[in-house]
């Protein structure tokens, strides 16, 4: 029984690297990612919109999925969450963090369907991941006191550039043997 907690810079392969390892260990797999997005649409704003609107103390859109988070760690097992503050919500995790090159990274998600529709070069969805990135510095910072991009809270860092999913799969694979048994 084992839950394990992915987070990583945008576009680093989180919510890719979440779903094949919950479908190769029969696990269900949670995105804390798409549960905020869920929710700025319900809003009638984009995500950006809504980190702003708790950047700024409008409205804490953070804490509600946060909660939740921390009640799935207490109410279930066997299960795979991409998240920001999986370490944080859920202690006993197995926790892995994984990046990439912010050119790859941008590359990624310019041609993926989250920002295809707001960015429209390399520059722009760079700036775009940053401006992420610094949001939930800030947000993380302001409500947890944590900082999700520093890995020392982690039992495993990955990097993304130049490695694809299948092997980053079978490196978590290789360091958790406990997972497949």
């Keep these: 029984m084992a839950i394990v907690t992915i987070v990583g810079t945008p576009g ?3 919510s ?5 390892l919950a479908t190769k260990l029969g696990y269900k797999h949670y995105s804390m990612g798409d549960l905020r997005r869920e929710m ?18 409008e ?6 999925v946060e909660q939740h988070l921390k009640e799935l ?12 503050t999986g370490p944080l919500m859920i202690p006993k995790s197995i926790k892995i963090y994984i990046d990439a090159d912010e050119r790859v990274r941008a590359d990624r998600l310019l041609h993926s369907y989250r920002i295809a529709e707001e960015a429209h070069s390399i520059e722009e969805a760079m700036a775009m991941n940053k401006a992420r990135v610094e949001s939930g510095s800030m947000r993380y910072k302001k409500y947890y006191d944590f900082d999700p991009w520093d ?13 694809g999913p299948d092997e980053l799969l079978q490196q978590v694979l290789e360091k958790f043997p406990v997972l497949q048994q």
């Design 73 to 84: 760690g207490q109410k279930e097992n066997d299960f795979v969450v991409d998240c920001r």
């Design 59 to 64: 409205e804490d859109t953070d804490t509600p």
């Design 40 to 57: 700025a649409t319900e809003r009638g704003m984009s995500l950006a919109e809504m980190n702003q609107r708790s950047e700024s103390g």
């Design 12 to 14: 680093s392969g989180k």
């Design 16 to 20: 890719t690297l979440a779903k094949m």
């Design 151 to 163: 890995t020392k809270h982690y039992d495993l860092v990955l990097d993304s550039t130049n490695t």
